[in-house]
Protein backbone atom coordinates (compact mmCIF):
# COMPACT_ATOMS: atom_id res chain seq x y z
CA UNK A 1 0.00 0.00 0.00
CA UNK A 2 1.37 3.06 -0.77
CA UNK A 3 1.15 5.98 2.28
CA UNK A 4 0.91 8.56 -0.50
CA UNK A 5 -2.09 7.68 -2.51
CA UNK A 6 -4.21 5.65 -0.54
CA UNK A 7 -5.87 5.67 3.27
CA UNK A 8 -5.67 2.87 5.55
CA UNK A 9 -9.67 1.51 6.15
CA UNK A 10 -9.55 2.34 10.22
CA UNK A 11 -8.28 5.59 9.52
CA UNK A 12 -10.75 6.79 7.01
CA UNK A 13 -13.92 7.29 9.19
CA UNK A 14 -11.65 9.22 11.76
CA UNK A 15 -10.44 11.48 8.83
CA UNK A 16 -14.08 12.06 8.04
CA UNK A 17 -15.03 13.11 11.65
CA UNK A 18 -12.20 15.21 11.49
CA UNK A 19 -12.86 17.07 8.26
CA UNK A 20 -16.24 17.57 9.38
CA UNK A 21 -15.16 19.17 12.48
CA UNK A 22 -12.94 22.02 10.85
CA UNK A 23 -9.96 20.13 12.03
CA UNK A 24 -6.97 19.09 9.75
CA UNK A 25 -7.46 14.95 8.24
CA UNK A 26 -5.39 12.51 8.12
CA UNK A 27 -3.49 13.97 5.02
CA UNK A 28 -1.36 16.54 7.76
CA UNK A 29 -0.19 12.99 9.10
CA UNK A 30 0.97 12.06 6.24
CA UNK A 31 4.95 12.06 6.71
CA UNK A 32 6.64 14.65 4.13
CA UNK A 33 8.40 12.60 1.49
CA UNK A 34 11.13 14.06 -0.59
CA UNK A 35 11.21 13.65 -3.96
CA UNK A 36 13.27 10.14 -4.30
CA UNK A 37 11.20 8.88 -2.14
CA UNK A 38 7.86 10.20 -3.55
CA UNK A 39 9.72 8.45 -7.27
CA UNK A 40 10.24 5.15 -5.21
CA UNK A 41 6.69 5.07 -4.11
CA UNK A 42 5.19 5.88 -7.06
CA UNK A 43 7.01 2.98 -9.02
CA UNK A 44 6.28 0.68 -6.63
CA UNK A 45 2.17 1.73 -7.05
CA UNK A 46 2.71 0.95 -10.78
CA UNK A 47 4.49 -2.23 -10.40
CA UNK A 48 1.90 -3.19 -7.78
CA UNK A 49 -0.67 -2.12 -10.56
CA UNK A 50 0.78 -3.91 -13.72
CA UNK A 51 0.28 -7.31 -10.83
CA UNK A 52 -3.26 -6.55 -11.51
CA UNK A 53 -2.98 -6.34 -15.24
CA UNK A 54 -4.04 -9.39 -17.69
CA UNK A 55 -2.66 -9.95 -20.94
CA UNK A 56 -4.07 -10.59 -23.60
CA UNK A 57 -3.25 -13.78 -25.51
CA UNK A 58 -1.13 -14.32 -29.15
CA UNK A 59 -4.81 -15.23 -30.46
CA UNK A 60 -6.81 -12.81 -28.54
CA UNK A 61 -4.55 -10.47 -30.23
CA UNK A 62 -4.86 -11.65 -33.39
CA UNK A 63 -8.52 -11.75 -33.83
CA UNK A 64 -8.82 -8.16 -32.89
CA UNK A 65 -6.38 -7.39 -34.94
CA UNK A 66 -7.85 -9.07 -38.01
CA UNK A 67 -11.44 -7.17 -37.30
CA UNK A 68 -9.91 -3.90 -37.10
CA UNK A 69 -8.31 -4.44 -40.22
CA UNK A 70 -11.36 -5.76 -41.72
CA UNK A 71 -13.68 -2.82 -40.69
CA UNK A 72 -10.82 -0.46 -41.64
CA UNK A 73 -11.56 -2.03 -45.01
CA UNK A 74 -15.21 -2.02 -45.24
CA UNK A 75 -15.69 1.70 -43.76
CA UNK A 76 -12.62 3.22 -46.04
CA UNK A 77 -15.04 1.13 -49.28
CA UNK A 78 -18.49 2.79 -47.86
CA UNK A 79 -16.89 6.34 -47.49
CA UNK A 80 -15.47 6.41 -51.14
CA UNK A 81 -18.69 5.06 -52.41
CA UNK A 82 -20.88 7.58 -50.28
CA UNK A 83 -18.09 10.46 -51.17
CA UNK A 84 -18.38 9.13 -55.05
CA UNK A 85 -21.93 9.73 -55.14
CA UNK A 86 -22.17 13.02 -53.52
CA UNK A 87 -19.76 13.93 -55.83
CA UNK A 88 -21.99 12.64 -58.81
CA UNK A 89 -24.54 14.10 -57.04
CA UNK A 90 -23.00 17.89 -56.56
CA UNK A 91 -22.20 17.51 -60.51
CA UNK A 92 -25.65 16.40 -61.86
CA UNK A 93 -27.09 19.82 -60.12
CA UNK A 94 -24.06 21.86 -61.33
CA UNK A 95 -24.91 20.53 -64.90
CA UNK A 96 -29.07 20.86 -64.20
CA UNK A 97 -28.99 24.19 -63.30
CA UNK A 98 -26.07 25.52 -65.84
CA UNK A 99 -22.86 26.37 -64.00
CA UNK A 100 -19.89 25.02 -65.79
Known amino acids: MSRVTEFPDDDAASVNRKAEGGRA ?11 GQRIAAFYHAIKLEMRKTTWPSRADVWSTTLVVLIAV ?6 LFGVDWVITKGFEYLGRAFGAS
Open 25 to 35: GLASRLPKLNW
Open 73 to 78: VFFGFY
